[in-house]
């Protein structure tokens, strides 16, 4: 870390008017988020509105087209992806994407690649500090299987785990590297009131036991009502409320853009005039 | 670079957009050693403006086999993201069908003369018939056996592990039924190696042959043909549908299967069109006739930008230039003129990994 | 039943296709002459004897039959009646006798009117004609084929039926196998610690015997087959662990075995290095290729890892066989009187008399294969492993978990060099000679074979497939003209029917207990 005093320490992340275009299309537009330290950030919108785009530019797979994000007071984008993972930011994704033919403690092996110090001459030589970081992050793997509730299947290969295991090895996945922030892409989606309690609750425990600041996309709304601290939406790229949960819940643009603004779809249409007709007979 | 040998994982970086240092050294370094050679050309001229024109002609005909090949590779990395390693090798199937049917004609005998000697025309129309025809099938044979069984398979190398076994396969067959000795193809007399026409220039004169033209117009003809087929036929719209996403193009009712097969197929009958010409070009060929031209094609291919059907024809006429041209350019011996191909290659993928004529500049992946 | 007929006609014609295809690359020949003298037990045969010919025709038509006959019992389909299965094979027999008798026909009239054959189809000299036409007649040739296929199509069929109504050999292959399963001697064996170690020790002892065991030939071989075997743990490294492809791994044993015959032969540049100097040399200059050829790919993704190193490779070996590098290669020559290891002077004292050259070359070689397998090892169980695994599993988010990959992409280059490095400087001093012919494209073909054929990522894998490959092919010394045809096909057929190779990758178990303390946790935790 930088010893020089950082401008922006009251937020973790900040983005100042990124935009991302895809040919023509801008996928993100002037977009400015402020998160601050240890608390649970929600991203919502409807399908397409750069959600997960948005993550995409933090972690560094887009370049951004211009604007600046800033990681605890320091600029990151154009760095490369390993190097904002160096940093302590981490993520999930979407689709859920583990190492399929490894084994579940190994992918979490892997989630430590950044705190790890050893080389390729250590493991051939058996130094001690290879034996040693070995030991400890097998330790630490068996730990945070045991915290998301998967330590009986530390052999299993991943691709074998049944699908709500698969999200939380992804999350245990993440927490590898001991993140600052975690960016978790709709870790609730597909699953059963039952599964995203618990879900919920495991989220909560990483913030308030672990500090561990949490930028959170998601679908279900009783999920991101329930957690967040401050929410953000997207539409078409671009941000259109911010705000607690009750100012968003009360926000007249985000419920059209939810729900559709005045201009009728055909759809809705055809569905008008059938009832008009029903209701003259 | 950000390369730290030891330890990947030390350096704490902050965000600034990086400068590809390599890339830069790279490119500057061999446009200066390009400039120093042009001076050093221009000012003690060691070949004459005669020289340079012949070089280049060789060069057009040759790149215009490479970028048939070419074509073919790209179509199949396009539709199913496989090197088709046994691509050159059905271009030298292509070649041994025309050699045996200039053979049969000359063995025809009709009257005093033969039916190569009386219709010579008709004789290279079938030649070539023969080759394409010859080409296309084991192109859809190929496919079927070596490469759909495949399509799904867990090991990812599986596919192109298999197009080796196949270019083996293919190759030592041919050696073992055919024999190893080089063999020297029978033309028809209007086709006849060698002749042609000199061109008288100031202090010496260009060979121009019949055979080179006749390569390069047809090359030409085909390539054209092949871009209006891709553009405006059925086939060659779900050919380009499934290049770009081959899951949705399924959905939208184009059975993929199917198209993988008729695109083995075309490149079959480009690769087959190249080996005819190699052989009534060059003469000389043998079972292992196919491997060279194969891999600088699919040099050829990347050098245009793996996928890109007008990529490949240029990249396989400028291979096919440069290559000529490039020994003599450069001072150095005739002999290493694979050297130059092969380097071209490498320069190209440091210095613009997608392509010469790809427009993506950056390879992303959708996360 | 109407469409299994058709598909019975195509299988005929299949099986055709496949007895013209051996008769025009003389391959029946071969195997018949090779049947021949396993049975007669003749030291060599000169021309097959129609007998075992025949056999050979007959065996191809049975086996199309018998997998035929056998692929109609599907679940859920009802079992073909025996009258039907015998029809189906007589299908298949007659069909493939009458093309195959045709083709025959054809080429006995064609070479009894003088047309030289010989001139297109290399094989087809007039002796292999009339062992094809079994010496006869064409009438009589035409009625041997069709009894021949159709009686090994019957054949076939009749066994695949016997043995799909009664199901005897699978039942009595797992009947087997849970007789030893169950049994005790056995299962203790397996079980038991100390009796393990006592058979490690024995093979260990064993391996150490084995090269006064063998014969000069054995000892070449099992040479030549290691350090195949070392070649092939490098290349795992690369494409095994980290999934980038390389198809000019040549190159980097070219470049070793180049510098270490430099520096230790007196022609051209009359250095005369020692062994264990011109060894590190080497290591490093294969090293330092791979350095080059990295670099270029270290931001790349795909294939194009496979294609630098094919152009490197071509690269590499048009320069040595230029005139260009003649003075300093040897060109096409190639390099004699490379150095070889001198004896360590313990070795006479102890035994009395220096040892043989070959025995101690391979032991040399032993030596070798162990250090690699233990680097190997070592490193594919550790976080670089782990990271290669990870990088060929999904790059995009390995990279995302902190993985450096275009600094491990280039890394598995480099140590993967360094290995063929090592295998080519190895070879060179095996052989005392190297020309460009030793570095053709087939050698990282091999050696991308060799893997696969062993199981990606598997390091006994490496040496079983080293010996499939390059022993194999040495024991078959009758089927010499016919290894790489073969070769192909199996190529083909391994992706196809086990692409996770022989001894595929074994995951290694990972136990920790977990100390069910969130303080513990929250410690490791800490940014």
């Known amino acids: 870390m930088t010893e020089k005093t950082p401008k922006r320490t009251q937020h973790i992340l900040e983005t100042e008017d990124i935009i991302i275009n895809f040919g023509g299309l801008t996928a993100v537009n002037n977009v400015n988020v402020k998160v601050p330290y240890q608390s649970i950030f929600s991203i919502i919108g409807p399908n397409g509105a750069g959600k997960t785009t948005f993550f995409n530019c933090i972690s560094g797979f887009y370049k951004i087209d211009s604007g600046t994000v800033f990681f605890q007071g320091r600029p990151i984008n154009g760095i490369p992806t390993d190097e904002v993972a160096n940093l302590g930011i981490s993520r999930t994704y979407q689709n859920i994407r583990l190492f399929s033919s490894m084994s579940v403690i190994e992918n979490i092996l892997i989630g430590q690649q950044p705190r790890l110090r050893s080389n390729s001459v250590d493991a051939i030589f058996q130094t001690y500090r290879n034996r040693r970081e070995e030991k400890q992050s097998i330790q630490k793997a068996a730990n945070l299987l045991d915290f998301v509730g998967l330590s009986g299947y530390a052999n ?126 | ?187 028809p007399p209007l086709l006849a190696r060698g002749s042609g026409w000199n061109i008288e220039m100031g202090d010496g004169m260009i060979v121009i042959t019949k055979t080179g033209v006749f390569s390069l117009i047809l090359a030409l003809i085909l390539m054209i043909g092949l871009y209006i087929f891709v553009r405006k036929t059925k086939l060659g719209k779900s050919i380009r549908a499934v290049s770009q996403d081959k899951n949705t193009a399924q959905l939208m009712g184009i059975n993929t299967d199917r198209v993988a097969s008729q695109t083995f197929m075309i490149s079959g009958v480009l690769a087959g069109a190249a080996g005819v010409m190699w052989g009534i070009h060059n003469g000389l060929f043998n079972h292992y006739v196919g491997f060279l031209p194969g891999i600088k094609a699919f040099t050829a291919a990347v050098l245009g930008g793996i996928g890109n059907i007008p990529g490949a024809m240029a990249g396989g006429m400028i291979l096919g230039i440069v290559e000529s041209v490039g020994p003599a350019f450069l001072g150095i011996d005739f002999q290493l003129k694979d050297v130059i191909a092969f380097s071209i290659l490498i320069f190209v993928l440091i210095l613009k990994p997608s392509g010469l004529f790809s427009k993506n500049a950056s390879t992303q992946e959708k996360v | 039943m109407k469409n299994t007929s058709a598909v019975a006609v195509r299988k005929g014609v299949l099986t055709a296709i496949i007895l013209i295809f051996l008769q025009l690359i003389n391959m029946t020949a071969a195997l ?64 493939s006798g009458v093309l195959i008798a045709a083709l025959n026909a054809l080429i006995s009239t064609l070479n009894a009117n003088g047309v030289k054959i010989r001139t297109y189809l290399d094989m087809m000299a007039p002796d292999a004609i009339k062992t094809a036409a079994f010496g006869r007649e064409i009438p009589v040739m035409i009625g041997i084929y069709l009894a021949l296929t159709i009686a090994g199509a019957l054949l076939g069929g009749l066994i695949a039926w016997i043995i799909k109504s009664t199901g005897q ?25 100390i009796v393990r170690i006592l058979v490690i020790i024995a093979i260990l002892i064993f391996v150490f015997a084995l090269p006064f065991i063998l014969s000069p030939y054995g000892i070449s071989i099992l040479g030549l087959v290691l350090i195949y075997a070392v070649l092939g743990l490098g290349l795992n490294l690369i494409v095994g662990l980290s999934g980038q492809l390389v198809f000019g791994f040549v190159a980097f044993y070219a470049i070793g075995a180049y510098t270490f015959a430099l520096l230790t032969a007196p022609k051209p540049l009359g250095l005369e290095f020692s062994f264990p100097i011109a060894f590190l040399v080497a290591l490093a200059i294969s090293g330092l290729s791979g350095v080059i050829v990295g670099l270029p790919i270290m931001n790349l993704r795909g294939d194009y890892l496979a294609i630098v190193t094919l152009g490197f ?49 391979l032991y040399v070689i032993m030596i070798f294969f162990a250090v690699t397998l233990y680097i190997v090892y070592r490193l594919q169980y550790s976080r670089v492993g782990r990271s290669w695994e990870a990088m060929r599993e999904d790059e995009t988010v390995a990279q995302a978990c902190g993985v450096a990959t275009s600094y491990y992409k280039v890394l598995a280059v480099i140590i993967g060099a360094v290995i063929a490095g090592a295998a080519g400087a190895l070879y060179a001093s095996r052989n005392t000679y190297i020309g460009p012919g030793d570095f053709v494209f087939m050698v990282s073909v091999n050696s991308l074979a060799v893997i696969v054929v062993g199981g990606m990522g598997s390091i006994p894998g490496a040496l079983i497939g080293a010996f499939i490959i390059k022993g194999v092919p040495e024991l078959l010394r009758d089927l010499e003209n016919y290894r790489m045809v073969v070769f192909g096909v199996l190529l083909i057929a391994m992706m196809i029917i086990r692409p996770e190779g022989l001894l595929p990758i074994r995951r290694k178990k990972i136990y920790a207990e977990p100390d069910k303390d969130l303080e513990i946790l929250k410690k490791e935790l800490k940014p």
């Not at chain 1, 949960?245 to 603004?261: F, H, T």
């Not at chain 2, 040998?5 to 490119?27: E, H």
């Not at chain 2, 394409?132 to 190929?142: D, Q, R």
């Not at chain 3, 065996?59 to 859920?76: C, D, E, K, N, T």
Request: glycine share 8%; proline share 5%; hydrophobic share 45%.
């Open chain 3, 169 to 193: 050999p699978a039942n009595a292959w797992a009947a087997l196998q849970r007789a030893i399963a169950e049994n005790h001697t056995i299962r203790f064996i397996r079980r038991n610690k």
């Open chain 2, 1 to 187: 670079m950000t390369l730290n040998f030891f330890n990947p994982n030390k350096k704490k970086s902050s965000g600034v957009r990086r400068i590809n240092w390599l890339r830069i050294i790279v490119g500057l370094g061999a446009l200066a050693f390009l400039i120093y050679r042009a001076i050093i050309l221009i000012t003690r001229p060691t070949y004459g403006s005669v020289f340079w024109l012949s070089f280049l002609n060789t060069g057009l005909i040759v790149g215009g086999m490479y970028a048939l090949i070419a074509i073919g590779y790209t179509l199949v990395y396009g539709v199913m993201s496989l090197i088709n390693f046994a691509h050159g090798d059905i271009m030298m199937l292509g070649c041994f069908a025309g050699f045996f049917t200039f053979e049969a004609f000359d063995a025809w005998k009709i009257g005093d003369s033969n039916f190569m000697n009386m219709y010579p025309g008709l004789a290279i129309f079938l030649a070539f018939l023969a080759g394409t025809g010859v080409s296309m099938i084991s192109g859809y044979y190929l496919e079927k056996i070596a490469y759909r069984p495949l399509r799904n398979s867990p090991v990812r190398l599986a596919p192109l592990i298999s197009a080796v076994g196949a270019s083996i396969f293919i190759e030592t067959a041919a050696q073992l039924m055919f024999g190893a000795t080089k063999k020297t193809y029978k033309n």
């Open chain 3, 313 to 361: 490779a071509e690269i590499i070996r048009s320069l040595v066989n230029s005139n260009l590098l003649a003075d300093f290669t040897g060109g096409p020559q190639g390099i004699k009187d490379i150095g070889q290891p001198r004896q360590p002077g313990f070795i006479e004292s102890l035994i009395g008399k220096p040892m043989p050259e070959n025995i101690y070359f």
């Open chain 3, 32 to 95: 018949g002459a090779m049947l021949e003298k396993m049975i007669t037990s003749a030291k060599s045969v000169k021309s097959v004897s129609p007998l075992f010919y025949g056999v050979i025709v007959a065996l191809v038509a049975f086996f199309i039959a018998f997998s035929f006959i056998r692929s109609l019992y599907r679940p859920g389909k009802p079992k073909p009646t025996p009258l039907y299965c015998l029809g189906e094979s007589l299908v298949i027999g007659l069909v």
């Open chain 1, 156 to 281: 299993e290969l991943s691709r074998n785990l049944p699908y709500g295991a698969q999200r939380r090895l992804e999350i245990a996945r993440a927490l590898g590297n001991n993140p600052h922030l975690l960016l978790l892409d709709e870790p609730c989606a597909g699953m059963n009131p039952h599964e995203s309690d618990a879900m919920i609750e495991l989220i909560n425990t990483l913030r308030s036991e672990l500090k561990i600041t949490i930028i959170l996309i998601e679908h279900d709304m009783k999920v991101v009502m329930n957690i967040s601290d401050h929410i953000v939406v997207l539409d078409h790229g671009e941000k259109i409320a911010e705000g607690t949960p009750e100012v968003i819940r009360n926000d007249q643009r985000v419920i059209e853009a939810y729900l559709g603004s005045e201009t009728e779809t055909l759809v809705e249409k055809y569905a008008r005039r059938k009832n008009q007709g029903k209701q003259a007979e």
